[in-house]
């Protein structure tokens, strides 16, 4: 069964604006990564969270987590048409959960 | 690219056929994993091998056969299967376990049931 649930389903924003994914889960965690798959292509790991983390970076992406609210946020800064992607949050506690993604569109 | 190939990119099949599909991974990793992509559905886990031993098998059907003969390459054999099984097959490795690695994925074998 699906753990993580990304929210929204879908986003479109205008190329330069930043973009907001959240993510909930139910149990706990021994981390949290975000990925990125393009059209018709695999999955690209963008950063891993572990549960003692609050913030992490990585270049315009920041990711948050709480753990006492079970929700990850990933922020995209500044964003640029090569976003246009669906971005997935998984959870790793007994097992690695996925889940369904937002369909993120970065209009040039 | 990602350092995980996957062959073949496409595979339509009839149910009574069998079919691999092949995954060979260039990382040095000791863990390789098959999930299945079903449109708007999550990515599913479907099987776990760490240093060719399967450790995880989620529930998949029999119809489903991983094999792993050494840490590069993973196969999934594929016979009698039903239409339900079309979707985005994908292999991804990593080093350690996945619970507490990032995975590197392949590109997946897009399978079409007739």
């Known amino acids: 069964s699906q753990q993580g649930e990304e929210d929204p389903q879908a986003l479109s924003i205008q190329e330069g604006e930043n973009a907001t994914m959240n993510c909930s889960y139910k149990t706990s965690i021994n981390n949290l990564q975000w990925y990125r798959q393009n059209s018709g292509r695999g999955l690209v790991h963008l950063i891993l969270i572990r549960s003692n983390e609050r913030e992490k970076h990585s270049g315009r992406l920041r990711v948050t987590l709480d753990t006492s609210k079970k929700s990850s946020s990933l922020l995209i800064t500044a964003s640029r048409a090569a976003d246009t992607a669906s971005y997935f949050c998984a959870t790793a506690g007994g097992d690695m959960r996925f889940g369904a993604g937002t369909r993120l569109t970065v209009k040039p | 690219e990602t350092g995980v190939t996957q062959t073949p990119r496409h595979l339509v099949m009839g149910m009574t056929n069998k079919k691999s599909l092949k995954c060979e991974q260039h990382l040095g990793h000791n863990a390789m994993y098959w999930y299945k992509q079903s449109a708007k559905k999550p990515l599913e886990l479907m099987f776990v091998?760490?240093?060719?031993?399967?450790?995880e098998n989620n529930s998949v059907p029999s119809r489903f056969s991983p094999e792993c003969p050494n840490s590069s390459h993973l196969f999934l054999h594929l016979h009698t299967l039903q239409p339900e099984d079309s979707a985005l097959y994908l292999c991804?490795?990593?080093?350690?376990?996945?619970?507490?690695?990032?995975?590197?994925f392949g590109d997946g074998t897009r399978l079409s049931i007739l």
């Open positions: 091998y760490n240093f060719k031993e399967q450790t």
């Open positions: 991804a490795s990593s080093q350690g376990s996945l619970l507490d690695q990032p995975q590197h």
